[in-house]
């Protein structure tokens, strides 16, 4: 079962990079691009999920929590344009439920990892804990006030959606060249080589944002 996981993993890994960088330059609010999104968003899951489960198995708590803050972010993304302006739905209620116990469980894991010998649990430090930590918490107060206001419309409600599709392909960048660099040929093992594709990602989700809050027209759909 767990070589199974780990295949699916890594295939869906691969599409979920594969696509998401293809999203990144093709013209949004087309076909292409529905159908490009719809994929990333099942493929990110996948990614989410199975990396929980081996986490779980190989008893790494940040890749667990990492697995679910990866579904977390597709699904809140994908939502907010399944709706109309200014509206909300149980969705993004049963998501801030979600996130928030995800909130607490970092929370958790930071206290434990300073209670541990050598400061490392699953092999990483309290930093790490408290970094994704710190995100998802921001993601619970930010959460709160959609819910509270209602939705969102127009510019704020693109760059709600941009943003949350983006960090997930920035993490499953940073994972994969930086966490898993060993895997590459050595002639690609060079940090110029590996912070490449991180840069490209972050300078993207700056780019379509700018670009997004720009415009008069919204560019997405």
């Known amino acids: 079962m767990i070589l199974f996981t780990l295949i699916l993993h890594i295939i869906a890994g691969a599409v979920a990079l594969l696509v998401g960088y293809t999203v990144i330059f093709i013209k949004k609010g087309g076909v292409a691009h529905k159908y490009l999104g719809r994929t990333y968003?099942?493929?990110?899951?996948?990614?989410?999920?199975?990396?929980?489960?081996?986490?779980?198995?190989?008893?790494?708590?940040?890749?667990?929590l990492n697995g679910l803050v990866l579904c977390y972010f597709v699904l809140s993304a994908v939502n907010i344009v399944w709706q109309g302006a200014n509206k909300t739905?149980?969705?993004?209620?049963?998501?801030?439920?979600?996130?928030?116990?995800?909130?607490?469980?970092?929370?958790?894991?930071?206290?434990?990892?300073?209670?541990?010998?050598?400061?490392?649990?699953?092999?990483?430090?309290?930093q790490a804990y408290v970094f994704f930590g710190s995100i998802v918490a921001l993601c619970c107060v930010a959460d709160y006030r959609y819910i509270k206001r209602g939705g969102l419309s127009g510019q704020?409600?693109?760059?709600?959606?941009?943003?949350?599709?983006?960090?997930?392909?920035?993490?499953s960048t940073a994972a994969f060249f930086l966490g898993q660099a060993k895997l590459l040929p050595e002639s690609l093992q060079r940090i110029e080589f590996l912070?490449?594709?991180?840069?490209l990602v972050i300078?993207?989700?700056i780019y379509w944002l700018i670009?997004?809050?720009k415009q008069k027209q919204p560019v997405l759909n």
Request: aromatic share 14%.
């Open 195 to 199: 912070l490449l594709p991180v840069a």
């Open 89 to 126: 739905n149980n969705i993004d209620k049963a998501l801030f439920v979600f996130v928030t116990l995800i909130t607490t469980a970092f929370a958790w894991y930071s206290y434990k990892t300073t209670q541990v010998e050598g400061g490392e649990l699953g092999g990483f430090g309290v």
């Open 41 to 64: 968003v099942v493929t990110m899951l996948a990614l989410g999920l199975t990396g929980s489960y081996i986490a779980i198995i190989r008893d790494v708590p940040l890749s667990m």
């Open 156 to 171: 704020r409600k693109l760059t709600r959606h941009l943003w949350r599709m983006f960090f997930p392909l920035f993490m």
């Open 211 to 213: 670009k997004v809050n």
């Open 203 to 205: 300078l993207s989700a």
